[in-house]
């Protein structure tokens, strides 16, 4: 039974590639949870022509078809039958797509009937997205809360001659916090978390902000980070509390 290997509308001849090495890299957020998975095919072959223009025409062929980005890349037990080892395009985060496209020397024959060639492919798969979350899964996430103030305010006076004394000015002094951090999403803006004093938040100085997304394959947005500051003014020291934990 012959095998072929199929990307997107284009396909090998029979038995024509050989599968040198298909691997699969796991990654993890920052929770430990997995997030996605990057694939890499390496496989290579050799074109087969009756005359040099012919040849010609087919590496034309193949270029063009490995310059698409994210069709279906199969390799099919008989032309049809797909076998374990294939990837979609729709399930991948981005992808496939050709990283390496190179010629070889390894025959005499070389570009007369016949042409060797290595290709090396990866994409992305997504892991731990489910329709209700996927548009804002949590890739990464940090927060943290700080407290001052709230003590005696001492001064230190100086003196023309004398050494510098230290006085108390108030017994209490405003007690100020801050709620700060950041988030990622892998397809959209996570939500952010809500105060944790909202009773006491100056609200004119809080920040939201959100940064620009990455792209990958050039038009596909993906990592939506936001940051956040809330800052809190209390009569009394506050608590510490424990800051939010992974949204």
Partial sequence: MSTVL???TYSHSPDEVMLDNIGRT???????????AKLRWDFSGKLKASSQSALGTAI????SAYAVVGSDLIFTLDGTTQSAHAVLGT??????????????NEIQSEYAT???????????????????????????FDESIS???GGKRRIMAEY???????FIVAQKTVARATQEGSATGRNGYPSIPSPLWPSNEMEDRRQISKKSPKLQDGNTARSFEVTW???????????????????
């Fill in 6 to 8: 199929k990307y997107g």
């Fill in 26 to 36: 796991l990654e993890f957020n920052d929770s430990g949870v997995l997030n996605s």
């Fill in 60 to 63: 034309l062929a193949m270029e």
């Fill in 91 to 104: 399930n991948c985060l981005y992808g496939p797509r050709c990283i390496e496209l190179s010629f070889g």
């Fill in 114 to 140: 016949m042409r060797s060639y290595k290709i090396s492919m990866e994409a992305v798969l997504e892991y731990n997205a489910s329709s209700s979350s996927s548009t804002s899964t949590v890739t990464s």
């Fill in 147 to 149: 407290v001052e103030g």
């Fill in 160 to 166: 023309i001659v004398e050494l510098p004394r230290s």
């Fill in 229 to 247: 500051r809330y800052e809190y003014e209390f009569s009394e020291r506050p608590t510490l509390t424990v800051p939010n934990r992974w949204l």
